[in-house]
DNA sequence: ACGGCGATTATGTATATACATATTGGAACG
DNA sequence: CGTTCCAATATGTATATACATAATCGCCGT
């Protein structure tokens, strides 16, 4: 009776049980063999099927509800959910291991580092509400000797102080930063743009051709970190974000 | 999804006990006070803090090592990790969603629907290996009386075969895939783009005007669903994706 | 018929226990 | 001095059990 018993003695992977009962039940909805709506069996029946604890079962079942493909309701029953999951991990690149994907060197080049009080504007974009000092950093980063992207970027300094100690001549500030402040949150906003005359001189390609701008804000335990802007030539880049609805 | 959810609710009653472990750590992380590296107490010293058992401390870090803030190590312990985490939760918008929060009237057009045996190059936008029947349709999404992006999709018949009979003329094939087909996976490409003259004519915007690029390729249980190419004005449109460290 | 109330049921959380497994530190041995 | 091997230890997984909680079913009395 029991659709389970036999190991698996293909992969060789021994895995857990209760992951092969998510992984089977996931299969099952992802596949479209039980549909949204349906009334997955009960913990019991799945104890008696794998043979297994409630425990074991509950761990699976509770890890797809926490995961949004299934629903739970009490004396009712598990049901899967509706493909509603409009949620996606997207890989945020670093720029330096991209360039060197691509099989070219890779350099990072300061253009401009300026200390100040913070602007109103500096605290729009960091998300401040009251002034403090800030770094403002521009910088190219290059591949080969092409330049890949241009960098503006905020730092509030009273969340990294050290960031004052740094001169950011030809260290990127954003791996600086990874390895030093835990980031809780962030948000991204990504466009397209015309270069403005500037962008299309530090980047050498034609004024009014097409950018894409990928702004970054982060925050540390509710502390802005940093605000960052990228600019990319259109030819150069394009950001890819594989993802699934879920845990696996 | 960060398995890490901060669904505190305000009220703050009556969360579980592992709940409680989990946010303490995951906050001492998020601060800083326990840095990349740093040991977390061992299980059975934490059974002594919460003064609980050790399956209950167990169940609250391995969550956090499935969020990937902690590692586990054998015979070590757990360890809070790098903040490598370069994951992120990007929502997806609905465009009509999107249209409606701008306060405008919204409105799907179809241009060209036509069914044909899959080209190469569809081939190599689904992601298919054998030929078969597609689906090629082309609509705009209306802002008001504005052009607010240009739809360009194909599905695969053999994956969703009812979609061969639906015309498409004013329902957009997104909402209309999302509620029928169940998906295990999707890719993202972003860009910025000069509009060529087709597409500057359907937008009603100049030639050679910046525009914003997305496009999705969607699986479902192995199987290519659909490929699609949103192309919006850079004027209308800005992708915003907020997040919180997860998976590694 | 209808509304209320208790019994039933499925899930939610937690406990104590057991054994498996990976890894480390140190003792034993050549 | 170095290598092998064992015991100690922390995590990984699973069991059986218990009680709490929420929701539903159906009985019962008016």
């Given at each position: 009776m029991s659709l389970v018993e036999t190991d698996d003695i293909e992969g060789g992977e021994s895995i857990s049980l209760h992951q092969r009962i998510l992984s089977d039940i996931r299969d099952r909805i992802l596949s479209g063999a039980?549909?949204?709506?349906h009334r997955i069996p009960f913990e019991h029946e799945l104890t008696a099927q794998y043979n297994c604890s409630r425990m074991t079962v509950n761990k699976a079942l509770s890890q797809l509800a926490k995961a949004g493909l299934i629903e739970r309701r009490r004396r009712s029953g598990s049901f899967v959910r509706q493909p509603q999951s409009q949620a996606a991990v997207l890989e945020l690149h670093d720029i330096r291991i991209e360039v060197e994907a691509l099989g070219l060197p890779y350099r990072y080049e300061r253009l401009e580092r300026l200390k100040r009080r913070s602007s109103a504007e500096d605290r729009t974009l960091l998300g401040l509400n009251a002034s403090g000092p800030v770094l403002a950093l521009e910088g190219l980063h290059f591949a080969g000797e092409r330049p890949f992207a241009l960098e503006q970027r905020l730092i509030n300094l009273s969340a990294v102080?050290?960031?004052?100690?740094?001169?950011f001549l030809d260290i990127a500030p954003g791996p600086w930063l990874i390895g030093r402040v835990p980031w809780s949150e962030a948000e991204h906003r990504i466009r397209a743009m015309a270069a403005d005359e500037t962008i299309a001189d530090a980047l050498d390609i034609d004024a009014s051709a097409p950018c894409l701008v990928v702004e970054r804000r982060t925050w540390s335990a509710e502390h802005p970190v940093t605000h960052v802007r990228f600019i990319y030539p259109a030819e150069s880049h394009t950001l890819v974000a594989r993802f699934t609805p879920s845990q696996g």
């Open positions: 039980w549909a949204p709506g102080a050290e960031a004052d100690e740094e001169e």
